[in-house]
């Protein structure tokens, strides 16, 4: 059987060598027909003209020159490549990995299927792009006066899913749900990229990766060991995400009276938008909320929804833009602990200045909020990160970051009583009764 499935999996890899992914090959092609039709239409045009001359008698049976077989056999090598091309992207999105498949290669595996998922995408645009050249141009006109096209959204399709949402109901929820399974589709190779994909010892960063041509990002990274079984902590965190409760916000500090949840909307008991605002500013957070609950892991995604059609865009002058991955996984060696990894990224915007008020570096600002408080630090529950919580956002040079930061803060604490309450709780119970 596995001899079947290497021969399988070599004759898919040498496929590739016969279906041509060149352009230029598909030019030369093209033109090659072009050539053989122009010339089949001058021997059609110049046997009209000597007929208009001297009268013929009609063939029966037109006979089918060498160019004209030459042609039709193209076209159906063409046609056989193309269902090849399908048999082999159909293959390949049916394609299961082997559960005892080494971490490594699976992983790779993945990434690999991705990678032709992207390819194949991007063929199939360029195909329609090509098919629909003459209306663009037609339509150029109408295009210029609108910012995207909005008549029609195919729901399968990844070009739409921009973090927008419309106002009628059955597209709002499946925009909302193909928004978050992209998310969760990207959370290994987002964990890749930040190192704790598979990481074994505990860690902790937060960085500001800033570009002079473009956007700033904010990136926090948590990965730690908690003395709970996963099921425990997972259920308290969605308990928090999905906002049982009737205000989000802690009574413990300050920062959070700024900030309150305007509308919760329910679509399923695994997803919820929320809708948050500022008591001073106007900025708004409107963050789409999933969990995946798995077998040996709970998985929340979080995302930020950039355009929504039930809120004016007067309200949206401020937006919260980030991507917000949390995964509570069991212990291989222990199923009474857990490894709690979370990744959050921040899209800031343009960033003109890096200096506080203070004339410090933003960068090494920033760069210091992760370092934990060792001392206060119990074996088994989420640290404590003072520079992240005793952070004064007042001194940031941007407003865009000053507000991020106060979520943030007010994000850090939550989660951080969350995880800790919960595992509290299983260590009272789980603890053998007083002796008598």
Known sequence: ?????????????????????????????????????????????????????????????????????????????RNQVDALKSKIHAAEAAGTIPAAMPFWERTAKVERMEMHKAQHENEQLREAVDQQATFIQQMQRVFRKKPRLTLVRDIE?????????????????????????????????????????????????????????????????????????????????????????????????????????????????????????????????????????????????????????LIPHAAMEALENKSVWLQVARLPEDANRCQLTLLVEANLGRMESLMTSGGEDVVDVLGKLAIRDDDAKKPGYMPLLPAYVELDPAQLPHENLRLFMESGKHMQKTLLRTVNSAIDAYASRAAPPPSS
């Open 157 to 309: 399709s990844e070009e739409w899913q921009s973090y927008r949402l419309a106002a009628k109901a059955s597209l709002r929820a499946a925009a909302i749900h193909a928004i978050a399974d992209r998310q969760f589709h990207r959370m290994q190779n987002a964990f890749l990229r930040a190192g704790v994909l598979d990481c074994k010892e505990s860690l902790y960063r937060s960085q500001l990766l800033s570009d002079a041509k473009g956007p700033s990002t904010f990136q926090l990274v948590s990965h730690i060991t908690l003395a709970a079984p996963f099921e425990i902590v997972g259920a308290a965190i969605w308990r928090w995400l999905s906002v049982e409760a009737p205000r989000e916000a802690s009574q413990d500090g300050v920062v959070d009276s700024f900030f309150f949840v305007q509308e919760v909307e329910r679509i399923d008991e695994r997803t919820v938008y929320t809708r948050a605002g500022h008591m001073v500013h106007p900025w708004q957070a409107n963050l789409i909320r999933k969990r995946y609950l798995q077998a040996d892991r709970d998985i929340f995604i979080t995302r930020s929804v950039l355009e929504d059609a």
């Open 1 to 77: 059987m596995a001899e079947r499935d290497g021969d399988r999996r070599s004759w898919g890899s040498n496929l590739q060598f016969l279906i041509a992914n060149d352009t230029e090959l598909d030019e030369a092609l093209h033109y090659v027909c072009t050539v053989l039709g122009k010339d089949d239409g001058d021997a059609s045009a110049t046997t009209s003209g000597e007929a208009g001359a001297v009268p013929r008698p009609k063939k029966t049976r037109p006979r089918t020159t060498f160019e004209i077989r030459q042609r039709e056999e193209i076209n159906q090598l």
